[in-house]
Structure formats: C-alpha cells, structure tokens
C-alpha cells in the first residue's frame, strides 16, 4: 500500500513564525503535491513538483515556498505565517503523470 | 476554465443505493476520481476512470461517465452506515495529466438514514 505521511496532525504557530509543513512517501513517486482545505472552498492547489529541486506553483502559491532535496520529502513552507493561512494541508503523492494521487491524512494548521 | 460542480448534500437510507453525481467542464481530461473523506481524515481514492472509458465496476462501486455531457456518476450499492462521508470528484488539470494536480469539486456529504 501507498504511504503519504504528514508529519503533524495538529500544529498550532504564531503570526509571523516561519512554519514547516513535512510530507515523505514510502513508494518512490515522481509527483509530489501541496493543497489546502477550507470549507465551502473545497481544495487547492498551492504547490507541486515532478522531481526532485523542481517545483511548479499551483493556484494559490502566495505566501507559500516548497522544497524537495530528496524524491520521498516534500516540504511546504510558510515564510511569515499570517491568520489566513489557518486550514487543513494535505499532501499527496503519485507514481508518474496520469497515475491517480494518493493522500496523508492532513495537517491542521492554526496561526494565531 | 476549469470547474468541477457537485450537490453538496446527499440523503439515502441505509440499505439503499446512494448515486452522487458531478459535472466538469474540461475536455482534455484523461482520469476522473472519486475520493472519500472520513471526518479528520486525509482524502482516500476510491477509484478513477479514464477518460475513453463509459463505466467502470469494482464491488460497491459503480462509476459511469458520459463524456458528451461530461458527466461523472458513482453509485455505491447497498449503502452502510459506514459510507457516511464526504465524497469529492476531480478531474486531472488539462493535458498536463497528474503531474499538474487535480481540481476538485466542494465534496457531497453523504448521510445515512437509519
């Protein structure tokens, strides 16, 4: 089986603190993805990357920044963590280009 | 552009079968999903279909496309009070394929009446 891992369920920061959002899969996918999930916004695309040191922006990348050093780590990044950025994250992972996406069970971001 | 439209909410009582329905408006696309998400859970792929395909079966499960409406359908049979989620349809972004992320619709909450 697929294995997304996220490396928090629950993380609370303050304004202003640079956040690390943590995400490793166990079957050496290609793809790698950032969304986020908000209520009555269903999910979006903040980041994702086909490789490793390569990084595409998805539809919402403001505020945001990725790394990916090594081909199961993607991390997402929030530079200066502000209130809007409260949400659930979830990553995901696929094979290869047309491969279906598999997900970790999310984090739940707060920012006070 | 692209949009994926679903009913927000669906009610069906236990035992039958619950048919939760969405429409997208992307021609290229090459997959269509179902995913299921628990509450406080990540999202959890039911099954896909590819885009030259009219129906696809596995246990439960039954999704049918109709491309010329561009509309996707997934009919779980005998529906147990564990099926209670919110069910998400996606479709692959143009013709970058997975590689270019998924855009989803805003999910149908499917409720089991006793």
């Known amino acids: 089986d697929v294995k997304v891992t996220q490396s928090s369920r629950y993380l609370v920061k303050r304004t202003g603190e640079k956040v690390f959002l943590e995400c490793v899969q166990d079957?050496?996918?290609?793809?790698m993805f950032w969304y986020r999930q908000d209520p009555g916004l269903g999910l979006r695309l903040i980041y994702f990357?086909?490789?490793?040191?390569?990084?595409e922006k998805g539809d919402i990348p403001e505020g945001y920044s990725v790394s990916r050093e090594k081909k199961e780590r993607f991390s997402l990044i929030l530079e200066s963590a502000s209130t809007n950025q409260t949400s659930m994250y979830l990553c995901?992972?696929?094979?290869?280009?047309?491969?279906?996406?598999?997900f970790g069970d999310g984090t739940r971001l707060s920012i006070l | 552009g692209e949009d994926v439209e679903q009913s927000l909410f669906l009610s069906v009582r236990e035992g039958d079968s619950s048919v939760i329905n969405c429409t997208y408006t992307?021609?290229?696309?090459?997959?269509l999903y179902w995913y299921k998400q628990e509450p406080g859970a990540g999202l959890q792929l039911l099954t896909y279909i590819f885009s030259n395909m009219d129906m696809k079966q596995d246990q439960r499960l039954t999704v049918l496309l109709n491309k010329k409406d561009k509309h996707l359908s997934l009919r779980i049979a005998d529906t147990q009070t564990g099926d209670s989620a919110i069910y998400f349809c996606?479709?692959?972004?143009?013709?970058?394929?997975?590689?270019?992320?998924?855009?989803f619709g805003k999910g149908t909450h499917l409720i089991i009446q006793p």
């Open positions: 079957m050496d996918h290609e793809n």
């Open positions: 992307d021609s290229s696309s090459t997959y």
């Open positions: 995901a992972s696929s094979l290869r280009d047309h491969q279906p996406q598999h």
């Open positions: 990357s086909y490789d490793v040191k390569m990084k």
């Open positions: 996606a479709e692959s972004k143009g013709s970058g394929g997975g590689a270019d992320g998924l855009t």
